[in-house]
């Protein structure tokens, strides 16, 4: 075990165009009102234009708070959702409003992992049949059979392949949430997203999954989009990381430039708040504390969404929105008032 | 802050010093395919004003000792045993009616998902003010006035409009906040937190974590913090007991244990976490294998099969399960490698990785 303290990021390769391209990304949920004669009334803007690109073999990692659309924004990409508008382009394919039929081919390339592996595993199906179902649904050829294929992906992701016939209440929730990466990487997709795949688990399993996941990268080129409320976590996994606020992105960046110079006030307080298992240090460090919650996305703020709760809100930030700017190479901050800090 | 005397309890035994002081507490659960031992002879104590933390893995029975303290148990098919002496007087032997009296006026609890706890049909302000009305025999007014108090003291804004709302209509950290607000309603002396910010985010949980600092300092409860996240242990607890597989494997005040941490299972807790306050590593360290079954907890030390350091016990650890012993100054350790081979262990192996 190599513990080189590399905090250079991995610059990915240059392929000619990035993996996954989204642009002015939009998801408004309909809120209706009446039994019979249902009309609309207004929208839960959940993601509210989202641009981003991902290249080949790189993490980007997605935080924000509960309710911030970060979820629904790992749904859109893997086309679970359909947007409301913006665009979505994988490997050269504009796959943004792609009909079912037309999505089956892609989905071998795009894969989800999910956060709760309690729920996302039929009870009724032996692990056999959750982790082969891929092949049957692509109707994929394996060398040796499908039984034969699923017993390497469990050997792959560290379980015993002997465990082909048990079903999902016999094992424990890590190993549970192996059977979930198994079954994404059967068909060796290029794109996986990680929806908080490792939340619901006990620290010292976190770490294997997440050792897990940093392994299969390296050894099938993956590319993930790891979404989670977890600071460290998403700072250990992700090459770059995006910051979201109320269904939009306030500060995107490369790993190191993010976390050790962060712009954004919200990016400041959440890092601040993220306790730091060090008695000492933690009685020292500077705490930003936000009042209140995050707004409703029924009716965000208007202009900068986050000027209900920032300390350094004036009146530009409520009538004029700042456009996500690029104020350092790769680094792209959405405030009027950026300011570098170090918080961590 | 009152002093109430119960009348009617019973004369205390071997009377304990301190506020609340655990002796040797057992909770057995009888199950159809065997004796789950979830709390297996755990012993601490706690001064008011201070606070304990409690971490360990699920299922390592961190929450059924909290709710043993409660008397939860009481009533149902759980083997209880030991000690639990609140304030004097002794609780696990004391009857269901007793504990039920003292029950949210001497101690209280706040629970994990504050969803769930809740319950959806009564008001926010019916819920807190019906322990203050049973304790006090209050009217429903005074009641009302007490849930307004309380839940302007934790800071939900407009307090006489929100008392009416019913939990649905409250967000997480919200519900967390009426949460706190209830458990306080007769300023209970020990709070028992029950990994009370794990289901909010990282704003919310400061905001929470400062509330109830603050709240410590103005009522001077004890307060015993049950949780996973060994940052919020760092920020919050005096003192932390470390549990494994229903037994304490390490007991020392907080500085202790980040510092000189002697168990391996804390060796291993404190290198698997990611964290923020040092620089990236390429690899996480963690802990192999997953955390027993409590039915069948492995014999010997229960940590063994886990543990890297097991072949150097020369096959105790697999056989004899070790003692809590005294490491030096109060801290405790439950483990077969003497002082010297762990100091050695941790120095040169742990702490240049940590």
């Given at each position: 075990m190599t513990a080189t303290?590399?905090?250079?990021?991995?610059?990915?390769?240059?392929?000619?165009?990035?993996l996954l391209q989204v642009e002015g990304l939009q998801k408004y949920f309909p809120v209706n009102r009446g039994i019979i004669f249902q009309k609309e009334?207004?929208?839960?803007?959940?993601?509210?234009g989202l641009t981003f690109s991902v290249a080949k073999g790189e993490t980007l990692g997605v935080v924000g708070e509960t309710g911030c659309g970060k979820s629904t924004m790992g749904r859109l990409i893997t086309r679970l959702l359909e947007p409301t508008g913006g665009s979505i382009v994988f490997n050269g394919h504009d796959?943004?409003?792609?009909?079912r039929g037309q999505m089956r081919p892609l989905r071998k390339d795009v894969q989800i992992i999910f956060q709760d592996p309690y729920s996302s595993?039929?009870?009724?199906?032996?692990i056999g049949t959750i982790v082969g179902a891929p092949f049957r649904l692509q109707k994929v050829q394996t060398e040796s059979g499908v039984k034969k294929a699923v017993q390497d992906l469990l050997a792959l992701v560290?379980?015993?392949?002997?465990?082909?016939?048990?079903?999902?209440?016999?094992?424990?929730g890590g190993q549970r949430q192996r059977i979930g990466i198994a079954r994404a990487l059967a068909l060796r997709p290029k794109l996986i997203v990680c929806d908080?795949?490792?939340?619901?688990?006990?620290v010292s399993i976190q770490a294997q999954v997440i050792n897990l996941l940093d392994d299969l990268q390296d050894e099938f080129d993956l590319t993930y989009v790891f979404i989670a409320h977890d600071l460290s976590v998403v700072r250990h996994i992700s090459d770059r990381v995006a910051v979201m606020y109320l269904g939009k992105i306030v500060e995107i960046g490369d790993r190191v430039s993010l976390y050790e110079h962060p712009m954004h006030p919200y990016t400041h307080a959440l890092l601040s708040a993220v306790?730091?298992?060090d008695p000492v240090k933690e009685s020292k460090r500077e705490r930003i504390l936000l009042t209140?919650?995050?707004?409703s996305p029924l009716n965000p703020p208007p202009a900068c969404r986050f000027h209900t709760r920032?300390?350094?809100?004036?009146a530009i930030c409520k009538q004029v929105e700042p456009p996500l700017v690029?104020?350092?190479?790769?680094h792209e901050v959405a405030c009027h008032f950026p300011e570098e800090r170090v918080l961590v | 802050m009152t002093q109430e005397t119960l009348e009617g309890t019973v004369p205390p035994r071997p009377?304990?010093?301190?506020?609340l002081e655990v002796r040797d507490l057992k909770v057995h659960f009888p199950t159809d395919d065997g004796l789950v031992k979830?709390?297996?002879?755990l012993s601490f104590q706690l001064e008011k004003g201070k606070t304990l933390g409690i971490v360990g893995e699920s299922g390592s029975g961190k929450s059924v000792t909290s709710l043993g303290i409660l008397g939860?148990?009481?009533?149902?098919r759980a083997h209880l045993s030991g000690e639990v002496w609140l304030d004097g007087q002794e609780l696990i032997a004391a009857s269901k009616e007793e504990v039920r009296r003292l029950r949210g006026i001497k101690m209280a609890m706040i629970f994990q998902d504050p969803l769930s706890a809740l319950?959806?049909?009564?008001?926010v302000g019916a819920q807190i003010s019906e322990a203050y009305r049973i304790h006090n025999h209050v009217s429903r007014k005074a009641g009302r006035a007490r849930a307004i108090e309380m839940l302007e003291r934790v800071g939900i804004p407009t307090p006489d409009k929100r008392?009416?709302?019913?939990?649905?209509?409250?967000?997480g950290g919200m519900r967390q906040r009426a949460m706190i607000a209830m458990s306080l309603s007769c300023n209970p002396e020990l709070l028992i937190a029950d990994?009370?910010?794990?289901?909010?985010d990282v704003t919310v949980q400061a905001q929470i974590l400062d509330l109830l600092r603050d709240l410590q300092k103005e009522f001077g409860s004890a307060i015993i913090m049950i949780t996973h996240d060994l940052g919020v242990v760092a920020e919050f607890v005096d003192d932390l007991l470390v549990m494994y597989g229903g037994k304490a494997v390490e007991y020392g005040t907080v500085n202790e244990v980040f510092?000189?941490?002697?168990h391996p299972y804390t060796w291993g807790l404190l290198s698997s976490v990611t964290r923020l306050d040092r620089l990236r590593t390429d690899r996480l360290k963690p802990i192999a294998g997953s955390p027993p079954s409590l039915i069948n907890i492995p014999d010997g030390c229960a940590f063994h099969p886990r543990c890297?350091?097991?072949?150097m016990t020369g096959g105790k650890g697999s056989t004899v399960v070790p003692e809590l012993v005294?490491?030096?100054?109060?801290?405790l350790v439950r483990c077969h490698l003497t002082a010297k081979e762990r100091q050695d262990i941790f120095l040169k192996q742990v702490k240049p990785t940590l």
């Open positions: 303290t590399s905090d250079v990021a991995a610059t990915p390769a240059d392929d000619a165009r990035p009334v207004g929208a839960v803007k959940a993601v509210d796959i943004t409003h792609m009909s595993l039929n009870p009724r199906h032996t560290g379980l015993n392949p002997e465990h082909y016939n048990r079903y999902p209440h016999e094992f424990s908080e795949p490792v939340s619901a688990l006990d306790p730091v298992p209140g919650d995050v707004p920032c300390w350094k809100a004036q690029q104020l350092q190479p790769g | 009377a304990a010093t301190a506020f979830s709390v297996d002879g939860l148990h009481k009533g149902t319950h959806p049909y009564f008001t008392v009416d709302d019913y939990p649905h209509q409250f967000s990994e009370p910010t794990t289901a909010l510092y000189e941490p002697q890297p350091y097991e072949p005294d490491a030096g100054k109060g801290h």
